[in-house]
Nanobody, 121 residues
């Protein structure tokens, strides 16, 4: 059974940083790419960043240069380091997994439970 368990959301002020973690179990890490999505109220879910087993990375234009996606393959955990946060980054963030052939845009098969990120101005 595949499980993606997220942690690290919270409340920060504009300009501050936050790191999300996603611990994966039940899947072959090297056969999957991992993505981070977000969904703000009234908006569609969007892909923010993705990473493949060879450390190839994808970033949406809105976060490039501010967010960093990286992984620890030994413990099957993917991270999203979010720097210089803005009010428009406020959303529920989800990690997800897709077979590596679908990197980076998906479709994504497995999803975490979501973590709320709130950015106050």
């Amino acid at each position: 059974q595949v499980q993606l368990v997220e942690s690290g959301g919270g409340l920060v002020q504009t300009g501050e940083s936050l790191r999300l973690s996603c611990a994966a179990s039940g899947l072959t890490f090297s056969s999957h790419a991992m993505g981070w999505f977000r969904q703000a109220p009234g908006k569609e879910r969007e892909l923010v960043a993705a990473i493949r087993w060879d450390s190839s990375r994808f970033y949406a234009g809105s976060v490039r240069g501010r967010f960093i996606v990286f992984s620890n393959n030994a413990n099957h955990t993917v991270y999203l380091q979010m720097n210089s946060l803005r009010p428009e980054d406020m959303a529920v963030y989800y990690c997800a997994a897709t077979p590596v052939i679908h990197y980076p845009l998906g479709p994504y098969t497995y999803w975490g439970q979501g973590s709320q990120v709130t950015v106050s101005s």
